[in-house]
């Protein structure tokens, strides 16, 4: 069950991780599900005009940690404890990227999740992404 609406998790985002506002956009929410966009600007290309690796493991690294805590609530310390991340292709130029994330597992102290990037618009994927988020321990 989802304890974060969409507008929550935006305005949590904003507030934990402020230098990041307005790069990020979540289109669709659901139960251990989320779809994300990167709107891409001049900041996330590289030489030749495509989106840099770095911007496009941001997206699918923030989808895993936005899907993590619409499921566990206003976590800030849910941590990245491993990537895996294959380039498969070059994103259209001018596009902004999309994230469909899901998550595979949600236990009490790993979540594991898998996220395929595409290029708005296009129907194959630029990059695929398997991560796992460590979650901090319930406080009692």
Request: proline residues 5%; hydrophobic residues 45%.
């Amino acid at each position: 069950m989802v304890k974060l609406t969409a507008g929550e998790l935006m305005s949590y985002l904003d507030e934990v991780f402020p230098q990041m506002r307005g790069e990020f956009a979540i289109e669709d929410l659901g139960d251990m599900r989320i779809r994300t966009r990167l709107h891409v600007t001049e900041r996330h290309l590289r030489p030749g005009g495509t989106v840099s690796g770095p911007s496009i493991f941001a997206l699918a690294d923030v989808s895993v940690y936005m899907a993590v805590l619409a499921m566990i609530g206003r976590e800030a310390l849910a941590v990245t404890t491993n990537c895996s991340i294959d380039f498969m292709r070059k994103p259209a130029a001018g596009a902004d990227l999309i994230a469909e994330c899901r998550l595979l597992k949600l236990g009490r102290v790993l979540a594991v999740g898998e996220v395929l990037i595409f290029s708005e618009g296009g129907d194959q994927p630029v990059a695929r992404a398997s991560m796992t988020y460590s979650i901090p321990p319930v406080k009692s």
